[in-house]
């Protein structure tokens, strides 16, 4: 038995375990639901089927168990503190819901927009909101869908008001410590959480400020037909909103913590933790629920049922509030724990950094590297239609590489976002 990692393994060995994932990712994520139209299979399922046969494999060429499991011990070990930051963004985005941070955000959100700059609004809003919930789906999914009533409304073109939601949301979702996908990028290529945003500001900072002024100027090319905000939708929001919870500028304090964590690098973990605390004293002191409903929502997130003095609450509004939790993320992590089993069976072999090598040996300048990253990481999107595979695999694939050009491993994570979440709104599947 091969008891260690150092004996060579014969190139095909290190090539199969990755075909065998591309096979079911391509079947599974591909075929099923575009071709045969089935459900897709879940990913975390993919990558442990995928974990189960390259660790066969493993045994059959000769490697004890002993070994695999202590590679995938030491990969999952390596991991576990962004497991543990993926719960605290679950008590987080719980906790200033519950508190009425999230919600008052929202409120005044809606109160700000203007018609006759609509289209930046539809921009800088989602901003705010992804930023704060660290998911960019569900503000689109919520705000979003406020913004486009009230485009609607004003008459305004729906196709730009719905590019500048979008992209507001994606941007913010990438400057949020509370992305899931944002921590996972880092997680991938063992960067610092924050050395990993502060990477991210030199392209999407720029992009952003380029795509704000172009919606501005959009607002006087495509101008909107009615000069005020009529919408039912909207007021329908802010009456439930305040009927909810109660504002103050003391809400604020929870996201200004973390702001300044962020500014003075604290660790990720006790910064987030801190910051729901903190939402869980002010909900005591500002709002109208108890102990009881505070742990409820520490453990399954806030839910409006909790409001009992209130009964009709929209249907969208529910859908941003109705979250958060100890277990919010559990589907990210269930995954993070799979990927992370998978990468360590091929970590064994050495796999990922060996095949880079041979597929992309032509590249011989740092451009060409990164040029190579930023395109694998568009494939692998593309393909898995799933950003947090598209991390661990294109990550785990190229951190080496960038070490060997004396790369700094941030652009690998920023390059991986860029060129991964960034693509997704552009991809029809």
Not at 84 to 91: R, S, T, V
Request: charged share 10%.
């Amino acid at each position: 038995m091969k008891e260690n990692n150092k004996q060579p393994v014969a190139f095909i060995h290190q090539l199969v375990p990755i075909f065998f994932l591309a096979a079911l990712i391509i079947y599974g994520l591909i075929l099923q639901p575009h071709v045969f139209d089935k459900p897709a299979f879940p990913l975390e399922i993919v990558f442990l089927l995928a974990a189960v046969f390259s660790s066969a494999h493993l045994l059959f060429i000769g490697f004890g168990w002993n070994t695999i499991q202590k590679a995938i011990v030491k990969k999952l070990a390596k991991g576990f503190p962004a497991v543990l930051i993926l719960f605290a963004i679950g008590l987080v985005i719980g906790t200033w819901i519950v508190s009425g941070t999230i919600p008052m955000l929202i409120y005044y959100g809606i109160k700000l927009i203007n018609p006759t700059y609509i289209y930046l609004l539809a921009f800088l809003i989602p901003i705010i909101f992804s930023t704060l919930t660290g998911t960019s789906w569900g503000s689109v999914g919520t705000i979003g869908t406020v913004l486009i009533g009230v485009s609607a409304a004003v008459d305004a073109h729906l196709g730009i008001a719905a590019g500048a939601i979008i992209g507001g949301a994606y941007f913010g979702d990438k400057m949020s410590p509370l992305s899931d996908t944002t921590n996972l990028a880092a997680l991938a290529v063992d960067v610092d959480l924050y050395d990993h945003i502060k990477s991210m500001m030199y392209t999407t900072v720029p992009s952003a400020i380029i795509a704000a002024i172009t919606f501005f100027i959009l607002g006087f090319i495509y101008p909107p037909e009615v000069a005020s905000v009529n919408n039912g939708g909207s007021q329908e929001v802010l009456v439930s909103l305040k009927e909810l919870f109660n504002f103050n500028i003391m809400l604020l304090i929870p996201p200004l913590v973390v702001f300044v964590g962020s500014l003075r690098k604290i660790a990720t973990l006790p910064t987030l933790l801190a910051a729901s605390l903190i939402a869980c004293v002010l909900a005591l002191f500002f709002q109208d629920y108890g102990l009881t409903e505070i742990m409820a929502t520490l453990k399954n997130g806030y839910h409006t049922d909790m409001a009992v003095w209130t009964q009709a609450v929209p249907e969208q509004l529910q859908e941003l509030l109705n979250r958060g939790g100890l277990f919010e993320l559990n589907e990210v992590i269930v995954f993070t724990l799979m990927a992370l089993t998978f990468i360590g069976t091929i970590d064994v072999t050495n796999a990922m950094p060996a095949i880079v090598n041979r597929v992309f040996g032509f590249t011989k300048t740092r451009a060409a590297v990164i040029l190579s990253a930023l395109i694998s990481s568009a494939f692998t999107n593309a393909m898995t239609s799933n950003q947090s595979a598209t991390s661990f695999i294109v990550g785990d694939a190229f951190k080496k590489r960038f070490d060997r050009f004396k790369i700094s491993r941030r652009v690998l994570s920023r390059s991986i976002e860029d060129y991964g979440t960034m693509i997704e709104s552009i991809i029809p599947w």
